[in-house]
């Protein structure tokens, strides 16, 4: 009987596991996890995610299990996955129980030219006098997008060399590999070939202000943190 029970269990672990895999981009999303589009106020537990238009596949997607696992570089970002060997081996389990909307990801970095203002910061053309931080960015024209770019975030990195002018970037290691987050808050009208001017607090983490400006290798976050090795469905 105990043989009997473990060719069966070796059986159903072929059937259920589909041979391809496809790489995807993930972020989280944190409770409450309903109501859900799938299923309503329905509690399907903690290991959901939530899809994009491109596997919703016109809610058919419902209740499709899928098996992750974390991918440790992407686009030269590293990505640190978990130490639990058995995760990163054998992959984690998941049920689709939602529609997300608004996933829409930019997976690609793009390079710019950027330099720095200083403060005052407000008031801005994104939030008039309400007080964002220091974390800021004013954008130009390529990416101003008629003011819909308020409130968008980046990540930002310092390119070493930028048109035979040498830039160097900080040495702070942490900074170099995962880069630097900024929101857009503003708008350059008087950008002069500039992409975006930073802040003087982000321009100092990424460079000297001495340097004036500096290529930056930038990337828009929406809901992104880490790209998937392999997202496969178990059917």
Not at 104 to 115: L, M
Request: charge should be negative; glycine fraction near 8%.
């Amino acid at each position: 009987m105990k043989e009997e029970t473990i060719i069966f269990a070796v059986t159903m672990l072929l059937c259920l596991t589909s041979v391809a895999s496809t790489s995807g981009v993930a972020s989280f999303y944190a409770g409450p996890y309903i109501p859900s589009a799938c299923y309503g106020y329905s509690d399907n537990g903690t290991n959901i995610i939530s899809v994009s238009d491109a596997l919703w596949d016109n809610r058919n997607a419902c209740g499709r299990k899928y098996r992750l696992w974390c991918k440790i570089v992407s686009e030269g970002i590293y990505q640190p996955c978990t130490g639990d060997h058995a995760v990163y081996v054998s992959g984690y389990d998941v049920t689709v129980v939602d529609h997300c909307g608004q996933c829409n990801v930019v997976s690609t970095t793009s390079i710019g030219v950027a330099s720095f203002y200083a403060e005052p910061y407000l008031p801005s053309a994104c939030y008039g006098n309400n007080d964002n931080g220091t974390n800021i960015i004013s954008v130009s024209d390529e990416l101003w997008d008629n003011r819909n770019a308020c409130g968008r975030k980046y990540k930002l990195w310092c390119k070493p060399v930028s048109e035979g002018i040498f830039e160097p970037c900080t040495d702070d290691i942490a900074v170099n590999v995962f880069g630097y987050e900024a929101t857009v808050v503003d708008y350059c009208g008087q950008c002069n070939g500039f992409t975006m001017l930073l802040s003087q607090e982000v321009f100092s983490a990424l460079t000297n202000t001495n340097n004036g400006k500096i290529q930056v290798e930038y990337l828009q976050i929406k809901r992104v943190a880490h790209d998937l090795r392999w997202m496969r469905e178990v059917k």
